[in-house]
């Protein structure tokens, strides 16, 4: 199994502690399906603007995460595979709830040559209290604008189990 471990969202960069929200599984869990894709309007570290809209009807994965949260930092390599492999079909949107903002995820993204993933940064954390975040990291995934399942806590994004999720969910 997976070694399962979450990042309280509120926590600081050198302490975190557990709050009273649901602690993450590592698992997917479709028991929020049919929420819908949430509003949204982020900057990149080059200063670039992403709206919601720019979305709207394509499969997309919104991973929720920080530099200074472990099992993020693990995932981040496997996400920009998967962007990579499900290029034309589906977007993966990691978008930073660093408090720091481009002070913090500019430089990670510069040491770690990420091909495939975008620097949005959101460190007002509207989309993560939109979607009830909680904890990183969450990643929800979206088919035709509404929530299919999620994932809080460290996840192996490389799985059979992930993959074939995945294609379940956007072939439909």
Known sequence: GLAV?????????AAQESTASPAPTGRIDASQAGELF???????VSDGILTSSAYAGHPTLINLWATW????????PLLDQLASD??????????????????????FFARNEFTHLETWIDP??????DIGGGFMP??????RGEEVWRVQGDYDW???EARAAIDAAIAE
Do not use: H
């Not at 949107?93 to 002070?103: R, Y």
């Not at 007002?124 to 209290?129: A, K, P, Q, T």
């Not at 969450?138 to 088919?143: E, P, Q, R």
């Open 86 to 107: 499900y290029e034309g079909r589906l977007k993966v949107l990691t978008i930073s709830q660093d408090l720091k903002g481009v002070e913090a995820v500019g430089p």
């Open 38 to 44: 949430p509003e949204f309007r982020l900057s990149s």
């Open 69 to 76: 949260c472990a099992p993020c930092v693990k995932e981040m």
């Open 5 to 13: 471990a979450g990042c309280d969202r509120g926590a600081s960069d």
């Open 158 to 160: 490389s799985s059979e």
């Open 138 to 143: 969450t990643t929800v995934l979206y088919v």
């Open 124 to 129: 007002e954390n509207y989309v993560g209290d």
